[in-house]
């Protein structure tokens, strides 16, 4: 099995998930806490959200399957909700509509922000759910393609376990716009990538 097609994967889950973009977010919903209580968040969060992005890699295809979904239909579906999250990257909507969930998150005056909105939606949101979805149907749902999608969305995960770890120093060398200039960059390739589902779903359909 070629293993250069998923470094596509990899660059899918990351822009989707944006660690970079959610290392601020975690700072603005920990502040004031101990460099433990941080830790101990940035890890919980993590892992909620690999168990539910596992959930939906390894059953997605079964629910999709009840509904009477087809894969070329949710693949095309999947393309459209990438390319409308990649416009929110590139004009800034996306920013604004998480730091909102923040907010609500600390007028709500929750202790534990790792299961919400760190975990859910922030990380495990409906755009990674839709990208594991579509990532795991590729190759005809192929045990070893399972896994290793899953292995690449751990990968991802650690990348984003170690910004929320370094989160503080990192807004600081970034700063607003480098924050802005990086975020720009991913939601250029998030619409490519998107595209291409769209036509991939096409083609299984043999509409081109």
Do not use: C, W
């Amino acid at each position: 099995m070629e293993l250069a097609i998923y470094i596509p994967a990899f660059v899918a889950l990351f822009v989707v998930i944006d660690p970079i973009g959610l290392a601020p977010l975690f700072v603005a919903l920990t502040q004031g806490m101990t460099p433990r209580q941080r830790r101990i968040i940035a890890l919980r969060s993590s892992l909620v959200g690999l168990g539910v992005l596992t959930l939906f890699g390894v059953a997605g295809e079964a629910v999709l399957a009840f509904l009477g979904i087809s894969m070329p239909a949710f693949r095309m579906a999947g393309g459209i909700l990438l390319f409308l999250t990649a416009l929110d990257m590139l004009f800034e909507r996306r920013a604004q509509r998480r730091q909102g969930q923040a907010d609500k998150a600390e007028a709500d005056h929750r202790d534990d922000p790792s299961v919400f909105p760190l975990a859910i939606p922030l990380i495990a949101g409906p755009g990674a759910i839709a990208t594991m979805i579509l990532l795991t149907g590729q190759e005809g749902g192929d045990f070893t393609h399972v896994l290793l999608v899953h292995l690449v969305m751990v990968a991802v995960l650690a990348v984003v376990l170690a910004l929320f770890l370094l989160s503080t120093p990192l807004e600081r060398v970034l700063g607003p716009t480098g924050i802005n200039v990086v975020t720009r960059l991913l939601g250029m390739l998030l619409a490519a990538l998107s595209v291409q589902f769209v036509i991939d779903g096409m083609r299984d359909l043999q509409v081109i």
